[in-house]
C-alpha cells in the first residue's frame, strides 16, 4: 500500500531564502508524483507534475525533482517571497490503480 | 482560472441526513474527480467519472455516490451522514483523466455535519 510522507509539516523563512521540501512515497511503482499548493479557504493549484521517466519539471522559480529508486521528490523554491505562503502538498499517482496517494502536506511562511 | 464551479460552498447538516454536492467543469473537459479533505485523514481520492462513466474508485463505503451528465456536470451524495462526513469535498477536472495529467481543481464545498 503505497504511502506518502511529507516532511517537515510546517516550515518558516525568511524572505529570499531558498528551500526545499521533501516528499518520501513508499511504493516505486508510480506513474506520475505532482505537487500541488493549497491557500487558506482555496482548492488546489497544481504546480508541477513529474511522469515517472522524467528525472525534474520546472516551473519559474520552481523546481521539483523526482528518484523513483529511493521514493524520494523534491520542490525547490528559489528567491522565496512572501506569496509562496501555502501548503504544499505532492501526491504520487500509482501505475496500476491510477489513484492520488496524498501526502498531508508541508505549511510553508515567508516572512517579509 | 481553475474553471471549476462548486456549490454550495458552505453546507451544515445534521446526522443521517442525506447531502448533494455540485461540480460543474468548463466546457470540454470530460473527467471528474472528487476528492474529500479531513484533519485527520488528509485528501483522499473519491470517485472518477468521465463521459458519464465511473472509472475509477477510492475506499469509501457506498454511502458516497455520484454521477456525471452529459454537460460533464456532476453530482456527489453522501447518505446518512455521519460526523465524521465533516469535510471539505474537492472536484477537479481535466481533459483524460486518470490522473495522468494536470487538474484544475474547484474551491470545494465545506460541509459540516452536526
Known amino acids: 500500500k503505497q504511502e506518502v510522507t511529507q516532511i517537515p509539516a510546517a516550515l518558516s523563512v525568511p524572505e529570499g531564502e531558498n528551500l526545499v521540501l521533501n516528499c518520501s512515497f513508499t511504493d516505486s511503482a508510480i506513474y506520475n508524483l505532482q505537487w500541488f499548493r493549497q491557500d487558506p479557504g482555496k482548492g488546489l493549484t497544481s504546480l508541477l507534475l513529474?511522469?515517472?521517466s522524467q528525472r525534474e519539471q520546472t516551473s519559474g522559480r520552481l523546481n521539483a525533482s523526482l528518484d523513483k529508486s529511493s521514493g524520494r521528490s523534491t520542490l525547490y523554491i528559489a528567491a522565496s517571497q512572501p506569496g509562496d505562503s501555502a501548503t504544499y502538498l505532492c501526491a504520487a499517482l500509482g501505475d496500476s490503480n491510477y489513484q492520488l496517494i496524498w501526502g498531508a502536506g508541508t505549511k510553508l511562511i515567508i516572512k517579509p | 482560472k481553475a474553471g471549476v464551479t462548486q456549490t454550495p460552498r458552505y453546507l451544515i447538516k445534521t446526522r443521517g441526513q442525506q447531502v448533494t454536492l455540485s461540480c460543474s467543469p468548463i466546457s470540454g473537459h470530460r473527467s471528474v474527480s472528487w476528492y474529500q479533505q479531513t484533519p485527520g485523514q488528509g485528501l483522499q481520492f473519491l470517485f472518477e467519472y468521465f463521459s458519464e462513466t465511473q472509472r475509477n474508485k477510492g475506499n469509501f463505503p457506498g454511502r458516497f455516490s455520484g454521477r456525471q451528465f452529459s454537460n460533464s456536470r456532476s453530482e456527489m451524495n453522501v447518505s446518512t451522514l455521519e460526523l465524521g462526513d465533516s469535510a471539505l469535498y474537492l472536484c477537479a477536472r481535466s481533459w483524460a483523466g486518470g490522473g495522468q495529467e494536470t487538474q484544475y481543481f474547484g474551491p470545494g464545498t465545506r460541509l459540516l455535519v452536526l
Open positions: 513529474i511522469q515517472s
